[in-house]
């Protein structure tokens, strides 16, 4: 892995980490933070912290430091979370996310710092009263003295806390954990304080004593103050089981020497640490002496076993120890390892370049195509066992395809989070009290969809708040709730995904927008029954612009824009609305763009592959069916708009003329019927995206290789669609006209 | 916060100032500040920590790294008026004994720190 990799895991990683402090700022807005927001707060900003440290990133670390001292604050209660806090720590969060991309390209202007250190100065108070907000509680009649003095010489019995007796008893092992910590030399540059981790350790238990060792701190000549000399010796005690305890230090980087036992370990434990630390073994026993893991006794027990060791005799305590506690040494060395802890939880979760799986569903795909025509010629052979082992590595296959395919799928949620900040920014700035609603978090997407889907979505969003909503007067006034109410839906429907932009504002004038569209020189005539047709106007390029528009109906600021992007994700959009009641924008988009479950067609010599999902059933094209209208035909009593394939793509006519079959499609609630010759039924294809000169082409979302190596066109059956409906238009104004 | 030192000499020697942040960011530019081993030996040095207010473990081991040096050239190396955050901090890593310095708490500070450990030399 090269450095722009590693880079843009950074990125990745810390735009996700951003994203989720953003979601807890958000909800501390209606209720105070709970210990675990801000644990987990001050872990994006530790976390980005100590990675923008390790690529010497100097002004993402300076900020985070500071902004990860008040959270420390915070989380150690040593402040009191104000409201005004999650403006601040809103504004620390967009500069963290502005930092953490300009630092990597190496583009921050004074401006910007100016800008950090003014927020950083937003702090100050918060940081700067802490003592007075937490001195509330009543001083304990013992500790009412006016000055206490301890020290090496002195001891004050209020203060001074006697050894637990319990910590010098060694049969069962020692009762404590034993915590060794050498923090990696290079810890401060990377934006992390070891005493941090210790501090911390206090929230789950008591450090029963404590020994900072010195023993490496260099020369005057030597000493580099940016590097960590330190190591600490812990003994400590806690209810919690081992893996919380880990959990204290999972910020410390793999190089640190951490090692954790657990209650219960013996002196050979201690013998085996004290071989894998730097100080020396007689040492390690007088601080351990010290810090009350050993007494007088066990600690002659240490220094015989490492004599033992060294003759290599071992002691029959040794071995009678050994025994008893075989199954906790058994499981230190199974959890107490630094790597495996980090193991543990690279196994839950990994990152992949896209790109990576990219290349297996396109491998995924070529294979699925082999195998198509692979099926094709063992059917041809009649050999039952032959086609039974097809079946099977069909029936693999297929399994295969779907985890490969599932690997670029996420939960659309993720996106739609962003939107609560959106949506409560704007709030503030229209001074609108405006409330989100998210539904289907869950549905999931391809993420090149997902992404591509974010600017139309915002569009959506900001003109839902802006035009969409009343201000708080007016609704009051119409008998509304003052708060206004965006939502966005998301759920699956007939292999599409559906996601909606609602609100429950004004709606749309449909009157007012068929006569700007008339001033427009867009459309003529008399209002039409279809508001889809109305509606379709707020897409016209140049239909609206913010001052005209909002006088109108408060809608179509930058549709066309919002329309073609979703446009070339092979999806489509409608509106609905009524007045007074709000809008409704629903935007139908494919769940992936690489393989789909197709329904094989051929006109001609051509062959076209329609999504399975939409295809409702197949008809002979009969004349029972044909209407005088060459645009509609009769299905049970039912007119259903068709169109012939061979009228809009060339194809080479085969020799033998086929019959017409029809097949019905439908898109949302809507059918229609496409006119093919041949049907060849279900196929299994890899979509290959058209290259740029046919990107444009409208009706064919794709191309892919059949088996027998043809090419087949996939019909994109909603642009198809609304291609037939903007010709009748076409000849319906004309023949108005 | 600004970081500042200022030194005062009297009789028994110098007392220098220290406000402001111990912490990485500013951690070079104490080091500069705090040229203790070039002062004569036997000289005490008073090192007061009253407006220090706010300590990390590079700022401790500075001050570990000071008091050690301080104790090879013969010097004499004095923390006092230790600010909450600097008091805290020698609490939790157990370093009362390892500078030696006589500590004041003041009575609205008594519950913050506890003392429970290292406050002895350890032969």
Redesign the interface.
């Known amino acids: 892995m090269d450095l722009t990799e590693v880079i843009d895991a950074y990125l990745v990683e810390s735009e996700e980490l951003l994203r989720d402090m953003e979601k807890i700022l958000l909800h501390t807005e209606s209720s105070l933070p709970t210990d675990d927001d801000l644990n987990a707060i001050f872990r994006v900003v530790h976390t980005i912290k100590g990675t923008a440290g390790m690529f010497g990133f100097e002004s993402t670390v300076s900020f985070t430091h500071v902004v990860e001292n008040l959270l420390d604050d915070l989380r150690s209660h040593e402040i009191q979370f104000h409201p005004s806090l999650t403006e601040i720590l809103l504004k620390a969060k967009d500069h963290l996310s502005f930092l953490v991309v300009a630092e990597t390209k190496g583009q921050i202007s004074n401006d910007k710092i100016s800008y950090g250190l003014s927020i950083l100065e937003e702090m100050k108070p918060y940081l700067g009263n802490k003592t007075s907000t937490i001195q509330t509680d009543p001083i304990p009649f013992g500790k009412l003295v006016e000055q206490t003095e301890i020290g090496s010489i002195s001891e004050n019995p209020n203060l001074i806390h006697k050894p637990n007796p319990s910590t010098l008893k060694l049969s069962g092992g020692i009762p404590n954990y034993l915590i060794s910590f050498r923090p990696n030399q290079n810890v401060f540059s990377h934006g992390l304080d070891p005493i941090s981790f210790i501090g911390y350790l206090k929230k789950i238990g008591t450090i029963i004593s404590l020994k900072s060792i010195d023993q490496f701190l260099p020369g005057p000549n030597q000493f580099d103050p940016e590097n960590c000399y330190l190591g600490f010796e812990i003994n400590f005690d806690s209810k919690e089981n081992l893996e919380t305890v880990q959990k204290v230090f999972n910020f410390i980087e793999a190089d640190s020497f951490l090692h954790i036992y657990p209650p219960g370990f013996s002196i050979e434990d201690l013998v085996d640490l004290s071989n894998q630390l730097p100080e020396e073994e007689i040492y390690l026993g007088n601080v351990w002496k010290e810090i009350q893991i050993l007494n007088e006794q066990t600690f002659l027990a240490y220094l015989e076993e490492i004599k033992q060791r060294k003759t290599g005799i071992p002691s029959v305590s040794s071995i009678q120890s050994n025994s008893k506690n075989e199954p906790n040494v058994s499981n230190l060395s199974n959890t107490t390892n630094q790597d495996q802890i980090k193991e543990t939880h690279k196994s839950s979760t990994i990152k992949v370049d896209s790109k990576r799986i990219d290349n297996l569903i396109n491998r995924v795909g070529e294979l699925v195509v082999s195998c198509a025509n692979m099926n094709q010629l063992i059917g041809e052979k009649e050999d039952p066992n032959l086609q039974e082992s097809s079946l099977v590595v069909m029936r693999l296959l297929n399994e295969v395809r779907e985890i490969a395919l599932k690997l670029r799928m996420v939960p659309i949620g993720e996106s739609f989070q962003k939107y609560s900040r959106i949506v409560r920014d704007l709030g503030k700035e229209l001074k609108k009290e405006i409330r989100l609603i998210t539904e289907g978090d869950e549905t999931e997407l391809d993420r090149n969809i997902v992404e591509k889907l974010s600017d139309p979505l915002t569009h959506l969003v900001r003109n839902a708040c802006d035009h969409g909503l009343e201000s708080p007067e007016i609704r009051s006034k119409n008998g509304k709730p003052e708060q206004g109410t965006v939502k966005l839906t998301a759920y699956h429907e007939a292999g599409n995904v559906i996601i909606e932009v609602s609100d429950d504002g004004n709606g749309i004038s449909k009157e007012k927008v068929w006569q700007k569209g008339i001033e427009k020189g867009i459309v003529t005539g008399d209002l039409p029954d279809s508001e889809e047709e109305v509606y379709r106007l707020l897409f016209h390029p140049g239909f609206s612009t913010a001052s005209q528009i909002t006088n109108v109906s408060g809608r179509g600021v930058g549709l066309d824009v919002v329309y073609k992007n979703i446009e070339s994700l092979r999806g489509s959009i409608t509106i609905k609305s009524i007045p007074n009641q709000g809008s409704r924008f629903l935007l139908r988009l494919p769940l992936t763009l690489a393989i789909i479950e197709g329904f094989l067609v051929a006109v001609g010599k051509s062959h076209f592959i329609i999504p399975m999902e939409m295809v409702l059933e197949c008809l002979h094209f009969s004349d029972d069916h044909k209407t005088d209208s060459n645009q509609f035909f009769a299905l049970r009593g039912n007119l259903i708009p068709f169109l012939r394939l061979k009228d809009y793509y060339p194809c080479e006519p085969t020799s033998d003329q086929s019959r017409e079959n029809i097949v019905i499609v439908r898109q949302g609630d809507k059918k229609a019927g496409i006119v093919v010759e041949k049907l060849l039924g279900e196929y299994q294809t890899v979509i290959k995206p058209m290259g740029s000169v046919f990107r444009h082409v409208k009706g064919v979302s794709g191309s892919s290789i059949l088996g027998d190596g043809n090419v087949a066109l996939i019909i994109d059956v909603p642009s198809l669609f609304e291609r037939t409906i903007s010709v009748e238009n076409q000849k319906q104004y004309s023949h108005r006209g | 916060?600004e970081q500042a030192q200022t030194i005062q000499t009297s009789k028994e020697g110098i007392e220098i100032h220290w406000s402001g942040y111990l912490?990485?960011?500013y951690?070079?530019e104490?080091?500069e500040l705090s040229k203790l081993?070039e002062l004569p030996k036997g000289k005490k040095t008073k090192l007061n920590l009253g407006a220090i207010?706010?300590i990390?473990?590079?700022g401790?081991?500075?001050l570990?790294?000071l008091k050690?040096?301080c104790q090879?050239d013969q010097q004499i190396l004095e923390l006092h008026n230790h600010s909450?955050s600097v008091l805290k901090?020698l609490d939790?890593?157990?370093?009362?004994?390892?500078f030696?310095?006589?500590?004041?708490?003041?009575?609205?500070h008594?519950?913050e720190?506890?003392?429970?450990?290292?406050?002895?030399?350890?032969s």
């Open positions: 916060m912490t990485v960011p951690i070079k104490w080091l081993w207010e706010r990390d473990s590079s401790i081991q500075l570990m790294f050690k040096r090879t909450l901090v939790l890593l157990g370093l009362v004994s390892f030696g310095d006589r500590i004041k708490v003041k009575k609205e008594s519950n720190v506890e003392f429970r450990y290292g406050t002895r030399k350890v």
